[in-house]
């Protein structure tokens, strides 16, 4: 079982390197990762985009590109589906977001003929080596699914246990976060606790624990959960949070990230490979892990 993002790394460059392609690859601070990952022996790289731009950014950040195979390739949504397919084939292992939208490199990945699709839901998974909590701790989803319903809560769950696996955690403990503890008509986040609790008894969700309706307190917190009379086993000793909605889902990642001073990788999950969508505003360290994340994926894929 990974128990920090030393160990983390470790087992990356255990498993590494895997191939990465990325799109629109003239990013100074994707690049500054790739070094930081290639130095590691985690990765090696296909720089898909402006070549002039990536070799003006390598020079400038001392990132030497004799062992990284580049492709010019201007336009940005074919530089995402030349990434894409080149994963699709079995050239590179995982594909990486550059200097690109969201939603076109994306658009590559659900392609029809060359893209990643699987028929699942694409969703977010966050994972965090927060100092007051007792083990790592993966929330999902802060970024793909804005109102997901219960069966896309259901395929959620299943991403995230991808992740876990790879972390090597064996029966991750999921707490269903909600605003309070009881399942209440009102509050659609507590019924589908209650169905999803359901339908994990039943075996339609496997390889887990799922608890809840909780609230986030009870969730990470044993005294909380004391304190509120809370009796479920795995209250204070979750693994895996599974946010009600992408407002909740983005504020506690961010929340952990610049007010816990967390450790984080985040990587998007449900299609053939990993993909690797990090922000501006993520740390180094931060990025750095999110490759680490997608290599071990990869491996476990």
Not at 6 to 16: C, F, H, M, N, P
Not at 25 to 42: F, H, N, P, T
Not at 74 to 94: F, I, N, Q, R, T
Request: net charge negative; charged share 25%.
């Amino acid at each position: 079982m990974v128990k920090n993002f030393d160990e983390l790394i470790a087992r990356a460059v255990e498993k590494g390197p895997k191939k990465v392609a990325v799109a629109c690859a003239q990013d100074d601070d994707v690049l500054k990762a790739l070094k930081g990952a290639y130095d590691l022996g985690i990765i090696k790289g296909i720089l898909i985009g402006d070549v002039a731009q990536i070799e003006k950014i390598a020079s400038d950040i001392g990132l030497d590109l004799s062992e990284f195979q580049l492709l010019h390739v201007m336009d940005m949504a074919e530089a995402s589906l030349k990434a894409v397919s080149m994963v699709s084939s079995g050239e590179a292992d995982l594909v990486m977001k550059g200097l690109v939208d969201t939603s076109i490199i994306l658009k590559a990945v659900l392609n029809r003929e060359v893209g990643l699709r699987t028929g699942n839901v694409l969703s977010h998974v966050a994972v965090f080596d927060v100092a007051t909590y007792h083990k790592i701790l993966t929330v999902t989803d802060a970024a793909m699914n804005i109102a997901p319903d219960l069966n896309a809560k259901k395929q959620i769950i299943e991403n995230a246990l991808a992740v876990t696996k790879a972390l090597e955690i064996e029966l991750p403990n999921v707490g269903v976060i909600a605003a309070k503890e009881k399942v209440t008509e009102s509050m659609i986040a507590t019924v589908h606790a209650g169905e999803l609790v359901k339908m994990n008894a039943e075996g339609q969700i496997q390889g887990c624990k799922v608890g809840g309706p909780f609230a986030l307190d009870n969730a990470v917190s044993k005294e909380a959960a004391e304190i509120k009379g809370i009796k479920d086993p795995m209250a204070g000793d979750v693994d895996i949070l599974l946010c009600p909605s992408i407002e909740a889902g983005n504020v506690l990642y961010k929340a952990l990230n610049f007010l816990a001073n967390a450790q984080s990788a985040g990587i998007i999950v449900g299609a053939k490979a990993p993909i690797i969508l990090t922000s501006r505003a993520d740390s180094d360290a931060s990025k750095l892990n999110s490759i680490a994340l997608g290599v071990l994926m990869s491996e476990y894929k």
